[in-house]
């Protein structure tokens, strides 16, 4: 009997891939987000918020956009004008940096500017994997629960920022943003919080001042995966 380490293996690969990813981003001074999330915490409507506010101060901008099945997303990030690649993963419920290389061949990053990944719609998969990012951002709406951080801390504990969605709902529902932030904290105690409402705007100046502070970021930095 031969024990054969397949997860170390597609680790392994996966990890060339993204340190190619990283040096080619460093190169050209691309600054990467990858957005995580559940399905429904308003990522997609939270990225086309954000891109149209940032249209609007200059820079270059485009997004890779993962789902399973069908180009919604990316029709809607279309329709603002910024340049999106959909990657289709099928049974798949994350994206790997193999998928982020071959989405670049179709769509190069934007030199000089900012490129946003918008990962498929899991608190799971998607932690273990990195792409070559930059920053990993997390979406976490008041509509999931405070203790997704504690169920869910692989997702969490790779996090540099979590954004709490949907803020302005919070008197609809019954829901402590604090007992959340808290729970954030205990598994991840350096990643920064910000509330934000993808849909009134609300909070929109200190996300987009932190995606500012962090564009510095072009060197390239060590993989971080749980």
Not at 30 to 45: A, D, E, Q, R, W
Not at 137 to 155: C, Q, R
Not at 178 to 188: E, I
Request: aromatic fraction near 4%.
């Amino acid at each position: 009997m031969r024990r054969i380490a397949v997860e170390q293996d597609i680790m392994a690969k996966n990890g060339r891939a993204a340190a190619l990813n990283r040096d080619r981003f460093a190169r050209e001074r691309t600054f990467v987000v990858n957005l995580m999330s559940s399905p429904g915490s308003g990522k997609t409507t939270l990225l086309v918020r954000t891109l149209q506010e940032l249209k609007t101060r200059g820079g270059r901008l485009a997004v890779i956009e993962g789902d399973q099945q069908t180009t919604l997303d990316a029709d809607r990030i279309r329709a603002t004008g910024v340049p999106a690649v959909q990657v289709n993963t099928g049974k798949g419920c994350h994206l790997d940096a193999e998928m982020i290389m071959r989405a670049l061949a179709k769509q190069p990053a934007p030199a000089g500017g900012t490129l946003f990944i918008e990962n498929v719609g899991n608190l799971v998969c998607p932690a273990g994997f990195d792409l070559g990012e930059a920053k990993k951002v997390v979406i976490a709406s008041v509509t999931e629960g405070e203790d997704k951080p504690l169920k869910y801390p692989d997702m969490f504990a790779v996090a540099d920022l979590v954004l709490v969605n949907k803020v302005d709902l919070v008197a609809a529902l019954e829901f402590d943003v604090a007992t959340l932030k808290a729970n954030v904290k205990r598994v991840n105690p350096k990643a920064t919080v910000l509330e934000v409402s993808a849909r009134t705007g609300a909070g929109f100046e200190a996300w987009l001042a932190w995606l500012s502070s962090s564009r510095t970021v072009t060197a390239p930095v060590e993989a971080r995966v749980p």
